[in-house]
């Protein structure tokens, strides 16, 4: 899979800019940077990851003025009996974010790839429960999570993550930049609930399928 092509689609579809198109382009290679290096810190294969050329915004749907930007998000694939789990990384994060940020992000998006892997594996019901609003769910996100220094062997990797992630991810200048460089541009936004962005599958269902 190509992990561009949805953003090369969005291009040619009009729906996003060439500026825009051409600084993901060019600050992709902090992805491929960023997954070569979690590879080799944990010894691990990399899911299929791609870029999703818009911003997810997450809400608690109780209260519409209380949101978050998701900048990457694990997500299982389901076809024909076969279960594949992937990678969605948001073009924004590829545009704006630092290069260590990007790493901290998908590190992070590999421990859920990791723990998410573990429960299929061990046929266990995936239902995983939600906060009543975004500040709780932060920590209950991280619950989930294997500890970093039991994957990654690479300390600057960890420095990354635990300074970026300590109780759930959030860096207010590249938050500020996506409001004023994609949002208030009017470019792509997906929006979701916090009980949409949650993974449920049944044990029969789990039974059935083949991890691709």
Known sequence: MNPLLKVRNALQNGILPKKEYSLIVKRFS??????SRIEKASGV???IAYVE???TISSSGTNSFEYGILFARTIPVTAKNTLQVVIQISAP???YGLKGTIHAILAHEFLHYLELMRKISNMELISDEISAN???NVYTDS??????????SDKTL???ITKKFPSGFRDYKLEDKVIK???EKNLPVTNITLDTNITKLSPDLISKMRLA
């Open 53 to 55: 050329p818009s911003v």
């Open 143 to 152: 619950e989930r999570l294997f500890e970093p220094r039991a994957v990654f």
């Open 93 to 95: 994060l590829v545009a």
């Open 158 to 160: 960890l420095l990354h």
């Open 134 to 136: 975004l500040f709780e």
């Open 181 to 183: 460089h994609w949002i």
């Open 30 to 35: 902090n992805v491929v940077s960023g997954i």
């Open 45 to 47: 294969d990399f899911p």
